[in-house]
């Protein structure tokens, strides 16, 4: 299983790090997420410079690629030159803060899945609701595994989109 993951908090965010850590066992985990917070550029694509794509390192450790550029850069450049496989599924978050209503036509987190989607790959946004504290952010990643492998299990058609978002103190066991 081919995954990729992005985000539109950037590279370094919590988010994007706590769902690649509770994901990582279900395929390979390709990360490529903007260099710098790209929150609240809605479906914009890069224009106005060269797009670079670049190996990003916490600690000394591999994390993934950063694009200075939008999220919907970020999933052109991981399809067409960071990936040597193309995605089974994109899969986009976890974003600080829900993404519903008229929220999703800004959102940088549903704007990278939609390109995924526009591109023929199943995709998943996933965001989390938070009200100033960020430490549930891992209890989120849980949930959002325990979604994102249910998703996976049932092969999402080709083109698909889901966005996924989850309450701040959820604390639910899913059901079949």
């Known amino acids: 299983m081919q995954i990729l993951l992005t985000n539109d908090d950037g590279i370094y965010a919590p988010g994007i790090a706590a769902l690649k850590q509770n994901i990582q066992d279900l395929g390979h985990v390709t990360v490529v997420a903007p260099d710098v917070e ?87 946004a996933i965001s989390f609701e938070v009200s100033g504290r960020y430490d549930d952010i891992h209890s989120a990643a849980k949930v959002a595994r325990d979604i994102i492998e249910r998703i996976i299990t049932h092969k999402l058609p080709k083109g698909s989109l889901l966005n996924v978002n989850t309450l701040q103190f959820l604390r639910i066991k899913l059901k079949e």
């Open 38 to 124: 790209q929150s609240g550029v809605g479906h914009s694509i890069t224009f106005s410079h060269p797009l670079r794509i670049r190996e990003a390192h916490l600690d000394n450790e591999f994390i993934g690629y950063s694009v200075n550029g939008s999220p919907a850069d970020c999933v052109k450049l991981a399809i067409y030159e960071a990936m040597k496989n193309k995605p089974d599924v994109v899969i986009s978050g976890i974003n600080m803060g829900t993404n519903v209503g008229i929220h999703i036509l800004y959102s940088g987190t549903v704007a990278a899945a939609v390109e995924a989607a526009i591109m023929g790959y199943p995709s998943i």
